[in-house]
Protein backbone atom coordinates (compact mmCIF):
# COMPACT_ATOMS: atom_id res chain seq x y z
CA UNK A 1 0.00 0.00 0.00
CA UNK A 2 2.68 2.34 0.50
CA UNK A 3 5.13 1.99 -2.26
CA UNK A 4 1.13 1.99 -4.21
CA UNK A 5 0.69 5.30 -2.73
CA UNK A 6 4.19 6.83 -3.63
CA UNK A 7 3.37 5.89 -6.60
CA UNK A 8 0.00 8.08 -7.30
CA UNK A 9 1.91 10.83 -5.32
CA UNK A 10 5.05 10.97 -8.19
CA UNK A 11 2.48 10.60 -10.75
CA UNK A 12 0.25 13.47 -9.57
CA UNK A 13 3.28 15.63 -8.84
CA UNK A 14 5.24 14.72 -12.41
CA UNK A 15 1.40 15.20 -14.13
CA UNK A 16 0.91 18.90 -12.61
CA UNK A 17 4.74 20.06 -12.87
CA UNK A 18 5.03 23.21 -15.07
CA UNK A 19 7.26 21.03 -17.41
CA UNK A 20 4.34 18.48 -17.92
CA UNK A 21 1.69 21.27 -18.81
CA UNK A 22 4.57 22.72 -21.38
CA UNK A 23 4.74 19.57 -23.10
CA UNK A 24 0.95 18.75 -23.02
CA UNK A 25 0.44 21.91 -24.82
CA UNK A 26 3.09 21.09 -27.64
CA UNK A 27 1.80 17.56 -28.06
CA UNK A 28 -2.12 19.34 -28.36
CA UNK A 29 -0.49 22.06 -30.78
CA UNK A 30 1.10 19.26 -32.98
CA UNK A 31 -1.89 17.02 -32.33
CA UNK A 32 -3.68 19.69 -34.21
CA UNK A 33 -1.86 19.18 -37.27
CA UNK A 34 -3.84 16.07 -38.83
CA UNK A 35 -7.17 18.40 -38.40
CA UNK A 36 -5.45 21.32 -40.48
CA UNK A 37 -3.44 20.06 -43.02
CA UNK A 38 -5.97 16.79 -43.30
CA UNK A 39 -9.78 16.81 -44.53
CA UNK A 40 -11.91 16.03 -42.06
CA UNK A 41 -14.30 13.80 -42.45
CA UNK A 42 -17.23 16.54 -40.40
CA UNK A 43 -16.93 18.85 -42.63
CA UNK A 44 -16.40 17.27 -46.25
CA UNK A 45 -17.16 13.32 -46.05
CA UNK A 46 -16.81 13.04 -50.02
CA UNK A 47 -13.52 14.89 -50.07
CA UNK A 48 -12.12 12.84 -46.89
CA UNK A 49 -13.42 9.31 -49.02
CA UNK A 50 -11.98 10.46 -52.00
CA UNK A 51 -8.72 11.21 -50.43
CA UNK A 52 -8.36 7.51 -48.37
CA UNK A 53 -8.80 6.53 -51.95
CA UNK A 54 -6.51 7.68 -54.02
CA UNK A 55 -3.86 7.70 -50.74
CA UNK A 56 -4.62 3.18 -50.85
CA UNK A 57 -3.29 1.53 -47.38
CA UNK A 58 -1.52 4.67 -46.28
CA UNK A 59 -5.13 6.29 -46.58
CA UNK A 60 -6.82 3.51 -44.77
CA UNK A 61 -4.56 3.89 -42.33
CA UNK A 62 -4.39 7.02 -40.90
CA UNK A 63 -8.08 6.67 -41.14
CA UNK A 64 -7.97 3.61 -38.72
CA UNK A 65 -5.73 5.77 -36.41
CA UNK A 66 -8.12 8.83 -36.33
CA UNK A 67 -6.50 11.49 -38.30
CA UNK A 68 -9.58 12.60 -40.41
CA UNK A 69 -11.31 13.23 -37.51
CA UNK A 70 -8.93 14.68 -35.43
CA UNK A 71 -10.30 16.79 -33.27
CA UNK A 72 -12.98 13.59 -32.04
CA UNK A 73 -10.15 11.53 -31.68
CA UNK A 74 -9.83 9.55 -27.99
CA UNK A 75 -5.88 10.57 -28.51
CA UNK A 76 -6.81 14.44 -29.52
CA UNK A 77 -9.49 13.97 -26.18
CA UNK A 78 -6.43 12.35 -23.85
CA UNK A 79 -4.11 15.21 -24.14
CA UNK A 80 -6.52 17.21 -24.15
CA UNK A 81 -7.95 15.95 -20.79
CA UNK A 82 -4.25 15.46 -19.33
CA UNK A 83 -3.32 19.60 -20.16
CA UNK A 84 -6.59 20.48 -18.02
CA UNK A 85 -5.70 18.56 -15.45
CA UNK A 86 -2.04 19.70 -15.17
CA UNK A 87 -2.83 23.05 -15.46
CA UNK A 88 -5.62 23.08 -12.59
CA UNK A 89 -2.82 20.83 -10.22
CA UNK A 90 -0.53 23.40 -11.74
CA UNK A 91 -2.24 26.76 -10.74
CA UNK A 92 -3.95 25.78 -7.41
CA UNK A 93 -0.71 25.96 -5.45
CA UNK A 94 0.67 28.37 -6.96
CA UNK A 95 -1.84 30.65 -6.31
CA UNK A 96 -2.18 29.97 -2.56
CA UNK A 97 1.72 30.15 -2.64
CA UNK A 98 1.24 33.88 -4.51
CA UNK A 99 -1.35 34.68 -1.73
CA UNK A 100 0.68 34.04 0.67
CA UNK A 101 3.76 36.04 -0.38
CA UNK A 102 0.73 38.87 -1.24
CA UNK A 103 0.19 39.37 2.62
CA UNK A 104 3.90 38.86 4.35
CA UNK A 105 6.36 41.40 4.77
CA UNK A 106 9.61 41.90 2.49
CA UNK A 107 12.38 39.53 3.31
CA UNK A 108 15.02 41.25 5.81
CA UNK A 109 17.40 43.24 5.09
CA UNK A 110 20.83 41.44 4.66
CA UNK A 111 23.96 42.29 6.47
CA UNK A 112 26.51 42.78 4.31
CA UNK A 113 25.25 45.02 1.27
CA UNK A 114 28.37 45.44 -0.61
CA UNK A 115 27.62 42.06 -1.54
CA UNK A 116 24.57 43.16 -3.35
CA UNK A 117 24.87 43.59 -7.46
CA UNK A 118 23.68 46.99 -7.09
CA UNK A 119 25.17 48.83 -3.70
CA UNK A 120 25.97 52.50 -2.54
CA UNK A 121 27.30 54.44 0.57
CA UNK A 122 26.52 57.98 1.80
CA UNK A 123 27.12 59.84 4.73
CA UNK A 124 24.80 62.20 6.06
CA UNK A 125 24.33 64.37 9.12
CA UNK A 126 20.59 63.42 9.29
CA UNK A 127 19.68 61.02 12.49
CA UNK A 128 18.44 57.35 11.60
CA UNK A 129 14.61 58.55 12.02
CA UNK A 130 15.49 61.76 9.42
CA UNK A 131 17.18 58.92 7.07
CA UNK A 132 14.22 56.27 7.73
CA UNK A 133 11.28 59.00 7.54
CA UNK A 134 13.74 59.94 4.02
CA UNK A 135 13.22 56.82 2.33
CA UNK A 136 9.68 55.98 3.01
CA UNK A 137 8.32 58.99 1.27
CA UNK A 138 10.49 58.31 -1.77
CA UNK A 139 9.72 54.59 -1.63
CA UNK A 140 6.38 55.54 -2.16
CA UNK A 141 4.33 52.19 -4.26
CA UNK A 142 6.84 49.87 -2.96
CA UNK A 143 5.68 47.22 -0.53
CA UNK A 144 7.89 47.96 2.70
CA UNK A 145 9.14 46.59 6.15
CA UNK A 146 10.68 49.26 8.55
CA UNK A 147 12.42 47.99 11.26
CA UNK A 148 13.65 51.37 13.37
CA UNK A 149 15.13 49.65 15.86
CA UNK A 150 18.17 48.17 13.56
CA UNK A 151 17.63 51.40 11.35
CA UNK A 152 16.69 49.31 7.89
CA UNK A 153 13.84 49.38 5.62
CA UNK A 154 13.19 46.27 2.95
CA UNK A 155 11.48 47.38 0.17
CA UNK A 156 9.86 45.15 -3.16
CA UNK A 157 8.37 45.75 -6.07
CA UNK A 158 6.88 43.80 -9.12
CA UNK A 159 4.67 41.30 -7.95
CA UNK A 160 2.10 42.20 -10.93
CA UNK A 161 4.78 40.08 -12.79
CA UNK A 162 3.04 36.91 -11.12
CA UNK A 163 0.08 38.25 -11.40
CA UNK A 164 0.15 38.11 -15.18
CA UNK A 165 1.57 34.74 -15.67
CA UNK A 166 -1.52 33.38 -13.55
CA UNK A 167 -3.53 35.53 -15.64
CA UNK A 168 -2.60 34.01 -18.53
CA UNK A 169 -2.28 30.18 -17.58
CA UNK A 170 -6.39 30.53 -15.96
CA UNK A 171 -7.10 32.62 -19.17
CA UNK A 172 -5.80 29.81 -20.82
CA UNK A 173 -7.55 27.07 -19.07
CA UNK A 174 -10.89 29.46 -19.35
CA UNK A 175 -10.06 29.13 -23.14
CA UNK A 176 -9.72 25.30 -22.77
CA UNK A 177 -13.12 25.34 -21.05
CA UNK A 178 -15.04 27.71 -23.51
CA UNK A 179 -13.71 26.49 -26.55
CA UNK A 180 -15.10 22.59 -25.01
CA UNK A 181 -18.20 24.21 -24.49
CA UNK A 182 -18.56 25.70 -27.80
CA UNK A 183 -18.27 23.03 -29.22
CA UNK A 184 -20.54 21.09 -26.98
CA UNK A 185 -23.62 23.54 -27.41
CA UNK A 186 -22.76 25.33 -31.07
CA UNK A 187 -23.88 23.99 -34.25
CA UNK A 188 -22.50 24.88 -37.94
CA UNK A 189 -24.89 24.21 -40.85
CA UNK A 190 -24.05 24.55 -45.00
CA UNK A 191 -26.52 26.06 -47.26
CA UNK A 192 -26.76 26.77 -51.25
CA UNK A 193 -29.16 29.60 -52.25
CA UNK A 194 -29.76 30.88 -55.39
CA UNK A 195 -29.19 34.56 -55.95
CA UNK A 196 -32.52 35.55 -57.39
CA UNK A 197 -34.71 36.20 -53.72
CA UNK A 198 -34.23 32.48 -52.77
CA UNK A 199 -35.44 32.27 -48.75
CA UNK A 200 -33.96 29.74 -46.18
CA UNK A 201 -34.66 29.69 -42.54
CA UNK A 202 -33.40 28.83 -39.51
CA UNK A 203 -36.16 26.62 -38.23
CA UNK A 204 -35.18 23.07 -38.91
CA UNK A 205 -32.36 20.97 -39.52
CA UNK A 206 -33.90 19.76 -42.60
CA UNK A 207 -33.45 22.79 -44.09
CA UNK A 208 -29.73 22.87 -43.99
CA UNK A 209 -27.93 20.32 -46.44
CA UNK A 210 -25.27 19.70 -44.31
CA UNK A 211 -26.02 20.25 -40.38
CA UNK A 212 -23.45 19.63 -37.79
CA UNK A 213 -24.35 19.64 -34.53
CA UNK A 214 -22.89 19.76 -31.01
CA UNK A 215 -22.91 16.96 -28.55
CA UNK A 216 -25.94 18.99 -26.26
CA UNK A 217 -27.53 20.20 -29.52
CA UNK A 218 -30.68 18.38 -30.58
CA UNK A 219 -32.08 20.65 -33.50
CA UNK A 220 -34.85 21.67 -32.18
CA UNK A 221 -34.43 25.10 -30.73
CA UNK A 222 -32.63 27.01 -33.23
CA UNK A 223 -32.09 30.97 -33.45
CA UNK A 224 -35.10 31.84 -35.53
CA UNK A 225 -33.85 33.88 -38.40
CA UNK A 226 -34.41 33.78 -42.45
CA UNK A 227 -32.69 35.20 -44.68
CA UNK A 228 -33.08 36.10 -48.53
CA UNK A 229 -30.48 36.13 -51.34
CA UNK A 230 -31.31 38.99 -53.54
CA UNK A 231 -27.89 39.46 -55.44
CA UNK A 232 -24.53 38.19 -55.51
CA UNK A 233 -21.53 40.36 -56.88
CA UNK A 234 -18.01 39.13 -57.85
CA UNK A 235 -15.21 41.60 -59.09
CA UNK A 236 -11.95 40.03 -60.47
CA UNK A 237 -8.70 41.46 -62.03
CA UNK A 238 -7.78 41.34 -65.91
CA UNK A 239 -6.01 38.18 -64.71
CA UNK A 240 -9.50 36.60 -62.96
CA UNK A 241 -8.05 36.89 -59.90
CA UNK A 242 -10.54 38.07 -57.50
CA UNK A 243 -11.22 41.02 -55.97
CA UNK A 244 -14.22 41.28 -53.71
CA UNK A 245 -17.56 38.95 -53.26
CA UNK A 246 -20.32 40.60 -51.90
CA UNK A 247 -23.69 39.70 -51.69
CA UNK A 248 -27.18 41.63 -50.87
CA UNK A 249 -29.22 40.00 -48.72
CA UNK A 250 -32.29 40.65 -46.07
CA UNK A 251 -33.54 38.72 -43.25
CA UNK A 252 -35.59 38.91 -40.40
CA UNK A 253 -35.46 37.86 -36.83
CA UNK A 254 -37.91 37.06 -34.13
CA UNK A 255 -40.63 34.43 -33.59
CA UNK A 256 -42.59 35.77 -36.16
CA UNK A 257 -40.97 35.27 -39.69
CA UNK A 258 -43.93 35.44 -41.95
CA UNK A 259 -44.24 39.31 -42.09
CA UNK A 260 -42.53 41.60 -44.91
CA UNK A 261 -40.49 43.20 -42.52
CA UNK A 262 -36.87 42.87 -43.70
CA UNK A 263 -34.12 44.75 -43.00
CA UNK A 264 -30.94 44.58 -45.45
CA UNK A 265 -27.44 43.58 -45.03
CA UNK A 266 -24.63 43.62 -47.31
CA UNK A 267 -22.25 39.98 -46.57
CA UNK A 268 -18.78 39.45 -47.73
CA UNK A 269 -15.83 37.00 -47.51
CA UNK A 270 -14.57 37.75 -43.87
CA UNK A 271 -17.75 40.14 -43.40
CA UNK A 272 -20.16 38.14 -41.62
CA UNK A 273 -23.76 39.03 -40.88
CA UNK A 274 -24.19 38.30 -37.42
CA UNK A 275 -27.85 38.05 -36.31
CA UNK A 276 -29.37 36.50 -33.58
CA UNK A 277 -26.11 35.00 -31.66
CA UNK A 278 -26.02 33.54 -35.04
CA UNK A 279 -22.64 34.42 -38.16
CA UNK A 280 -23.88 33.85 -41.32
CA UNK A 281 -20.89 33.55 -43.51
CA UNK A 282 -20.20 33.63 -47.26
CA UNK A 283 -17.82 31.09 -47.86
CA UNK A 284 -18.57 30.40 -51.97
CA UNK A 285 -20.48 30.87 -55.04
CA UNK A 286 -21.00 29.15 -58.34
CA UNK A 287 -23.02 29.23 -61.14
CA UNK A 288 -26.31 27.55 -62.05
CA UNK A 289 -27.39 26.77 -65.09
CA UNK A 290 -31.15 26.45 -66.64
CA UNK A 291 -32.09 23.81 -69.13
CA UNK A 292 -36.03 23.94 -70.29
CA UNK A 293 -37.01 20.80 -71.86
CA UNK A 294 -39.80 20.56 -74.54
CA UNK A 295 -41.47 17.44 -74.69
CA UNK A 296 -42.89 15.68 -77.72
CA UNK A 297 -46.38 16.62 -76.46
CA UNK A 298 -45.63 20.52 -76.12
CA UNK A 299 -45.35 20.53 -71.89
CA UNK A 300 -42.33 21.69 -70.72
CA UNK A 301 -40.53 21.50 -67.31
CA UNK A 302 -37.66 24.22 -66.69
CA UNK A 303 -34.97 23.33 -63.94
CA UNK A 304 -31.84 25.42 -62.37
CA UNK A 305 -29.97 23.57 -59.73
CA UNK A 306 -26.09 24.86 -59.04
CA UNK A 307 -23.01 22.87 -60.91
CA UNK A 308 -19.92 22.40 -59.18
CA UNK A 309 -17.03 24.86 -59.58
CA UNK A 310 -14.52 22.31 -60.29
CA UNK A 311 -11.45 25.09 -61.10
CA UNK A 312 -11.59 28.02 -59.06
CA UNK A 313 -9.66 30.35 -61.13
CA UNK A 314 -11.83 30.50 -64.39
CA UNK A 315 -14.80 28.20 -62.32
CA UNK A 316 -15.42 25.67 -64.88
CA UNK A 317 -17.63 23.72 -63.47
CA UNK A 318 -19.63 20.79 -63.70
CA UNK A 319 -23.25 19.07 -63.02
CA UNK A 320 -26.31 17.51 -63.61
CA UNK A 321 -29.85 18.82 -63.80
CA UNK A 322 -32.14 15.80 -63.40
CA UNK A 323 -35.62 15.73 -65.36
CA UNK A 324 -37.27 12.61 -62.96
CA UNK A 325 -41.01 13.07 -64.02
CA UNK A 326 -42.08 13.35 -67.72
CA UNK A 327 -45.19 14.89 -68.36
CA UNK A 328 -48.16 12.76 -69.21
CA UNK A 329 -47.15 9.32 -68.39
CA UNK A 330 -49.30 7.45 -65.61
CA UNK A 331 -47.24 4.06 -65.82
CA UNK A 332 -45.09 3.99 -63.06
CA UNK A 333 -42.53 1.45 -65.41
CA UNK A 334 -42.80 3.73 -68.67
CA UNK A 335 -42.23 6.80 -66.36
CA UNK A 336 -38.81 4.96 -65.16
CA UNK A 337 -38.05 4.77 -68.41
CA UNK A 338 -38.28 8.19 -69.99
CA UNK A 339 -36.70 10.09 -66.97
CA UNK A 340 -33.59 12.69 -68.20
CA UNK A 341 -30.64 14.06 -66.89
CA UNK A 342 -28.57 16.71 -68.45
CA UNK A 343 -24.87 16.43 -67.16
CA UNK A 344 -21.69 17.68 -68.46
CA UNK A 345 -19.54 20.95 -68.24
CA UNK A 346 -20.54 24.49 -67.36
CA UNK A 347 -17.90 27.62 -69.03
CA UNK A 348 -18.85 31.19 -67.98
CA UNK A 349 -16.60 32.48 -70.53
CA UNK A 350 -16.31 29.65 -72.62
CA UNK A 351 -13.30 29.19 -75.16
CA UNK A 352 -13.10 26.05 -77.72
CA UNK A 353 -10.13 23.65 -78.32
CA UNK A 354 -11.63 22.41 -81.32
CA UNK A 355 -14.75 20.35 -79.94
CA UNK A 356 -13.59 20.79 -75.98
CA UNK A 357 -15.34 23.49 -74.14
CA UNK A 358 -13.26 25.01 -72.01
CA UNK A 359 -13.82 28.44 -69.43
CA UNK A 360 -10.63 31.37 -69.72
CA UNK A 361 -12.16 33.37 -67.08
CA UNK A 362 -14.00 33.61 -63.84
CA UNK A 363 -16.74 35.79 -64.92
CA UNK A 364 -20.09 34.92 -66.91
CA UNK A 365 -18.96 36.75 -70.04
CA UNK A 366 -20.02 34.28 -72.57
CA UNK A 367 -21.48 31.13 -71.27
CA UNK A 368 -21.51 27.78 -72.55
CA UNK A 369 -22.15 24.58 -71.55
CA UNK A 370 -21.11 21.20 -73.34
CA UNK A 371 -23.41 18.56 -71.90
CA UNK A 372 -24.39 14.68 -72.31
CA UNK A 373 -28.29 14.05 -72.24
CA UNK A 374 -29.35 10.50 -70.73
CA UNK A 375 -32.27 8.99 -71.16
CA UNK A 376 -33.84 5.71 -68.42
CA UNK A 377 -34.27 5.25 -65.13
CA UNK A 378 -32.32 7.64 -63.30
CA UNK A 379 -32.24 5.26 -60.24
CA UNK A 380 -33.93 7.86 -57.52
CA UNK A 381 -36.08 4.99 -56.20
CA UNK A 382 -33.23 2.16 -55.97
CA UNK A 383 -32.64 3.68 -52.26
CA UNK A 384 -29.02 4.31 -53.23
CA UNK A 385 -28.19 8.13 -51.91
CA UNK A 386 -27.44 9.98 -55.08
CA UNK A 387 -25.02 13.38 -55.68
CA UNK A 388 -27.04 16.12 -57.32
CA UNK A 389 -23.75 16.65 -58.92
CA UNK A 390 -23.80 13.19 -60.73
CA UNK A 391 -25.52 10.54 -62.45
CA UNK A 392 -25.93 6.94 -60.90
CA UNK A 393 -23.73 5.23 -62.54
CA UNK A 394 -24.27 1.51 -61.46
CA UNK A 395 -27.76 2.69 -63.55
CA UNK A 396 -25.47 3.73 -66.67
CA UNK A 397 -23.33 0.09 -66.31
CA UNK A 398 -26.66 -1.76 -65.88
CA UNK A 399 -27.98 -0.48 -68.91
CA UNK A 400 -31.30 1.41 -67.63
CA UNK A 401 -29.81 4.82 -68.30
CA UNK A 402 -28.33 5.56 -71.60
CA UNK A 403 -26.91 8.63 -73.16
CA UNK A 404 -28.66 9.74 -76.18
CA UNK A 405 -27.21 13.09 -77.50
CA UNK A 406 -24.13 14.95 -76.83
CA UNK A 407 -23.57 18.85 -77.79
CA UNK A 408 -21.60 21.81 -77.24
CA UNK A 409 -24.64 24.55 -76.78
CA UNK A 410 -24.30 28.51 -75.80
CA UNK A 411 -26.88 31.11 -74.22
CA UNK A 412 -30.49 30.33 -75.72
CA UNK A 413 -29.09 27.16 -77.96
CA UNK A 414 -30.79 23.89 -77.87
CA UNK A 415 -30.88 20.41 -79.07
CA UNK A 416 -33.13 17.91 -80.08
CA UNK A 417 -33.59 14.32 -78.41
CA UNK A 418 -34.44 11.61 -81.18
CA UNK A 419 -38.44 11.59 -79.74
CA UNK A 420 -38.70 14.70 -80.45
CA UNK A 421 -38.02 16.47 -77.02
CA UNK A 422 -36.12 19.71 -77.33
CA UNK A 423 -33.88 20.85 -74.43
CA UNK A 424 -32.53 24.46 -74.84
CA UNK A 425 -30.10 26.19 -72.66
CA UNK A 426 -32.04 28.77 -71.33
CA UNK A 427 -30.10 31.10 -68.77
CA UNK A 428 -27.59 31.05 -66.05
CA UNK A 429 -28.65 32.38 -62.24
CA UNK A 430 -25.37 32.73 -59.94
CA UNK A 431 -25.81 30.64 -56.03
CA UNK A 432 -23.89 31.33 -52.89
CA UNK A 433 -22.67 29.18 -50.42
CA UNK A 434 -23.90 30.00 -46.76
CA UNK A 435 -22.52 28.92 -43.58
CA UNK A 436 -24.62 29.62 -40.32
CA UNK A 437 -22.51 29.06 -37.27
CA UNK A 438 -23.92 29.49 -34.07
CA UNK A 439 -21.02 29.29 -30.38
CA UNK A 440 -22.55 30.82 -27.36
CA UNK A 441 -18.92 30.79 -25.93
CA UNK A 442 -17.69 32.94 -28.38
CA UNK A 443 -17.92 36.09 -26.31
CA UNK A 444 -15.88 34.15 -23.79
CA UNK A 445 -13.56 32.80 -25.99
CA UNK A 446 -13.04 36.32 -27.27
CA UNK A 447 -12.54 37.78 -23.38
CA UNK A 448 -10.32 34.91 -22.70
CA UNK A 449 -7.77 35.55 -25.04
CA UNK A 450 -7.86 39.42 -24.33
CA UNK A 451 -6.81 38.30 -20.81
CA UNK A 452 -3.85 35.86 -22.22
CA UNK A 453 -2.56 38.66 -24.06
CA UNK A 454 -2.76 41.18 -20.91
CA UNK A 455 -1.31 38.51 -18.71
CA UNK A 456 1.75 37.82 -20.80
CA UNK A 457 2.01 41.28 -21.34
CA UNK A 458 2.28 41.91 -17.96
CA UNK A 459 5.22 39.03 -17.46
CA UNK A 460 7.26 40.29 -20.25
CA UNK A 461 7.08 43.75 -19.18
CA UNK A 462 7.47 43.70 -15.57
CA UNK A 463 10.07 43.54 -13.34
CA UNK A 464 10.55 42.16 -9.81
CA UNK A 465 13.15 44.00 -7.82
CA UNK A 466 13.92 44.61 -4.43
CA UNK A 467 15.82 47.24 -2.53
CA UNK A 468 17.35 47.47 1.05
CA UNK A 469 18.88 50.67 2.99
CA UNK A 470 20.89 50.11 6.74
CA UNK A 471 21.42 53.67 8.27
CA UNK A 472 23.56 53.30 10.67
CA UNK A 473 25.20 56.36 13.58
CA UNK A 474 29.30 56.52 12.70
CA UNK A 475 31.47 55.63 15.37
CA UNK A 476 33.87 58.16 17.31
CA UNK A 477 36.42 60.62 16.35
CA UNK A 478 36.17 62.92 12.99
CA UNK A 479 32.93 61.21 12.17
CA UNK A 480 30.58 61.07 15.14
CA UNK A 481 27.25 62.40 15.25
CA UNK A 482 26.85 61.76 11.38
CA UNK A 483 25.02 58.27 9.62
CA UNK A 484 26.07 56.02 7.10
CA UNK A 485 23.73 54.98 5.01
CA UNK A 486 23.77 51.90 3.16
CA UNK A 487 22.21 51.21 -0.05
CA UNK A 488 21.83 47.97 -2.05
CA UNK A 489 19.72 46.57 -4.59
CA UNK A 490 18.67 43.43 -6.13
CA UNK A 491 16.92 42.33 -10.05
CA UNK A 492 14.68 39.16 -9.03
CA UNK A 493 14.46 38.43 -12.96
CA UNK A 494 16.54 38.31 -15.40
CA UNK A 495 15.67 41.88 -17.86
CA UNK A 496 18.08 44.57 -17.78
CA UNK A 497 17.53 47.67 -16.63
CA UNK A 498 17.60 47.75 -13.14
CA UNK A 499 20.28 49.33 -12.53
CA UNK A 500 19.30 52.62 -13.80
CA UNK A 501 16.41 52.84 -11.71
CA UNK A 502 18.50 51.89 -8.57
CA UNK A 503 20.84 54.86 -9.67
CA UNK A 504 17.67 57.10 -9.62
CA UNK A 505 16.46 55.82 -6.91
CA UNK A 506 19.77 56.47 -4.83
CA UNK A 507 20.05 59.79 -6.46
CA UNK A 508 16.82 61.04 -5.31
CA UNK A 509 16.98 59.61 -1.89
CA UNK A 510 20.54 61.34 -1.61
CA UNK A 511 18.43 64.84 -2.87
CA UNK A 512 16.45 64.16 -0.41
CA UNK A 513 18.27 63.43 2.42
CA UNK A 514 20.84 66.96 1.71
CA UNK A 515 17.63 69.09 1.72
CA UNK A 516 16.50 68.08 4.74
CA UNK A 517 20.03 68.29 6.13
CA UNK A 518 20.51 72.06 4.66
Known amino acids: MTDLRAFLRNTWRGLTSMRTALILLFLLAVASFPGALLPQRSLNAAKTEEYIQQHGWWGRTLDQLGFFEAFASPWFAAIYVLLFISLIGCLIP??????????AKPVLTPRNLARMPHHHQVETALPVDEVLSAARK???????????QQGTISAERGYLRETGNLVFHFALLGLLVAFGAGKMFGYEGQVILLANGSTFCNSAVLNYDSFRAGLRVDGTNLSPFCLRVNEFKATYQHNGQPIDFQSKMDYQIGDDLSGDRWQQADVAVNHPLRIVGDRVYLQGHGYAPTFEVTFP?????????QWRPGDQSTF????????????????EHQRRERQLAITGLFAPTAQ?????LTSVFPDLLKPAVAVDVYRGDLGQDSGRSQSIFEIDQVMVKSGKLNKVARKNLELGQDLTLDDGTKIKFAGVEQFVSLQVSHDPAQVYVLLFSVLMIGGIFFSLTIKRR?????????????????????????????????GEEFSRLTSDLVTELNKRGA
Open 94 to 103: RTVEYARQMV
Open 138 to 148: RLRGWRIRVDE
Open 297 to 305: GGEQRSSTI
Open 316 to 331: LSEGTTKFPDPPGITD
Open 352 to 356: YNGAI
Open 466 to 498: RWWMRATPAGEGAAAGRTVVDVGGLARTDQAGY
